[in-house]
């Protein structure tokens, strides 16, 4: 079995803004990528191509359609789910062959694949489903918050992040040190109230989800009205004759 550390010098980890996620899974993709393209740890397929193809994915995007318990509009709301690197982490201990661990340094939680006997003992622990048995390698694989993309001095300082961060268009991810105060995903946790994921597990996870926005608070908010003036008061040329054939009708 593997023993947790007692303290860890850094916590990265994700803050992810379900308010500003869009589902376009561009995250899932470029780990997808970055992990299958000769980096980290490559992601097989399955009949990628058949009528019923499997693949390994270290980050999945599930939606749902959530409707306010006390009334009002209900809302799809996108939500990114991959390994939260808890602090107690479950599915660290229970590993018989320690070939699940969590790094002192930065509290990244990682799999020796060349230890890892594919049990699954981690996935059945792992209250979050984040953890995938590679049917091809025979063994279980995780999201690694791409520690061979933040350390690597090959790359430009732009590019040390998680590839999922780096790409998503909406800006909805975000990386950094929750060991740091000053650190933007610690800011963004306190202004925003971010939350962890199933608390009552007592897992502690690092990643932390920002909360939707209700839409009821947004019906009444118009934020390009007050950028446009009207250009004229009355129709002129081919729109006021459709106006006038629109009337008639």
Known sequence: MTRLPETTQKKLGLVIDLDT????????????????????????????????????FLNRIHSYEVEPTGGGCSQTVHFPKSCLHCEDAPCVTVCPTGASYKRSEDGIVLVNEDACIGCGLCAWACPYGARELD???????????????IYNENLPEEDRVPACVRTCPAGARHFGDFADPESNVSKLTAERGGIDLMPEQGTKPVNKY????????????????????PVCEEPKGFFAWLDKRLEAL
């Open 21 to 56: 996620c869009v589902g376009c899974h561009a995250c899932v993709t470029a780990c997808k990528g970055w992990n299958t393209e000769n980096y980290g740890a490559p992601l097989s397929d399955t009949d990628a191509y058949g009528s019923e193809p499997v693949g390994t």
């Open 135 to 149: 049917l091809a390698a025979g063994v279980m694989k995780k999201c690694t918050l791409c520690v061979d993309r």
């Open 210 to 229: 920002l909360p939707p926005r209700p839409k009821d608070q947004m019906k009444d908010m118009d934020v390009l009205t007050p950028l446009i003036e």
